[in-house]
Structure formats: C-alpha cells, structure tokens
C-alpha cells in the first residue's frame, strides 16, 4: 500500500490492520524490530477517548 502512494495519509484503523492478527514474525527473543505498531495503536486508544480523531496536536495552549 505504501509504495503505490509514499506521500498518503494513513488512517489509524489502516496503519493497524498490517499489525492485528497477523501472526508473529519470529519466536519472542529471537530478533528485535522496531515498528511504529505500538504508537499507532496508543493513538488509537487516544483518539477513542478523546471521541476524535482530529490530526491537531493535543498541548496546544488552552
């Protein structure tokens, strides 16, 4: 998906669907990966309180 459109704006729901009930890639202490999978999915959390899922910076000044 990322490479048919490098510049797009992925979705919460979209960027978590690579991560959700896949099956893991190796056995646990065998390697390490970075991933975004846990920020993306923080997010989520985030925005389902928050009842948005505004792209605007959350401490801006009130």
């Not at 704006?9 to 390697?31: C, M, R, Y």
Request: proline content about 6%.
């Amino acid at each position: 998906m990322f490479s048919e459109d490098p510049a797009r704006i992925f979705t919460l729901d979209e960027l978590n669907s690579f991560v959700l009930g896949a099956p893991a890639q190796f056995a646990p202490g065998e390697k390490k990966v970075y991933t975004n999978a846990n920020t993306n999915l923080l997010g989520a959390v985030v925005e389902q309180q928050r009842g948005s899922s505004s792209p605007t910076s959350s401490t801006s000044a009130s």
